[in-house]
T-cell receptor, first 116, second 110 residues
Framework: GAGVSQSPSNKVTEKGKDVELRCDPI?????LYWYRQSLGQGLEFLIYFQGNSAPDKSGLPSDRFSAERTGGSVSTLTIQRTQQEDSAVYLCASSSPMWVDTDTQYFGPGTRLTVL | DAKTTQPNSMESNEEEPVHLPCNHS???????IHWYRQLPSQGPEYVIH???SNVNNRMASLAIAEDRKSSTLILHRATLRDAAVYYC???????????FGTGTRLTIIP
């Protein structure tokens, strides 16, 4: 079946511009996660959605970052007034409820963001 | 958050077994041990997970120490496609997000 998809695969923007990154999770998965990975680093948790519950935003690095999940499916991560330090690969993952699959996360291929 | 410690890098010859160690001395009784790997230019992929007993699946085996303070991911016969960064992660009960460390970069020598 279809995995997690993300678009665009690459995004180059100028400092100060806003960007939107999209994630389509696996159908039926109730949980959705955003991570980012800077060059040569491990993954950094950003935000987590679970069903209709309030999202866990504890990993968002600043108020320039926000995310939405519409209809419990597609999610958009928005970065306003981008800075060069925002350059990274942004990864999305989805998972079934823990009682179904012990919360194994399935990752998309990521969006490589470059801020000039 | 409970932490894990892994070697930064390891090398192994193709077609030989690989044992990737992970220390997690502060693990709590309800933490699951997960392993993910990240191939070059790809998102991470799930490898295996366990709680107390050793686990086997089509990709690997997971050996968990009796005191649960360490575990070992075993690739039974390494191929070039197994070259990746391997992450050992503790998942706290009720906390769905994963905390990735820097992992072990595994190089397979032909």
């Amino acid at each position: 079946g279809a995995g997690v998809s993300q678009s665009p695969s690459n995004k180059v923007t100028e400092k100060g511009k806003d960007v939107e990154l999209r994630c389509d999770p696996i159908s039926g998965h109730t949980a959705l996660y955003w991570y980012r990975q800077s060059l040569g680093q491990g993954l950094e948790f950003l935000i987590y959605f679970q069903g209709n519950s309030a999202p866990d935003k504890s990993g968002l690095p600043s108020d320039r970052f926000s995310a939405e999940r519409t209809g419990g499916s597609v999610s958009t991560l928005t970065i306003q007034r981008t800075q060069q330090e925002d350059s990274a690969v942004y990864l999305c993952a989805s998972s079934s409820p823990m009682w179904v699959d012990t919360d194994t996360q399935y990752f998309g291929p990521g969006t490589r963001l470059t801020v000039l | 958050d409970a932490k894990t410690t892994q070697p930064n890098s390891m090398e192994s010859n193709e077609e030989e077994p690989v044992h990737l160690p992970c220390n997690h001395s502060t693990i709590s009784g309800t933490d699951y041990i997960h392993w993910y790997r990240q191939l070059p230019s790809q998102g991470p992929e799930y490898v295996i997970h366990g709680l107390t007993s050793n686990v086997n699946n089509r990709m690997a085996s997971l050996a968990i120490a009796e005191d649960r303070k360490s575990s070992t991911l075993i690739l039974h016969r390494a191929t070039l496609r197994d070259a990746a960064v391997y992450y050992c992660i503790l998942q706290e009960e009720g906390n769905e997000k994963l905390t990735f460390g820097t992992g072990t970069r595994l190089t397979i020598i032909p």
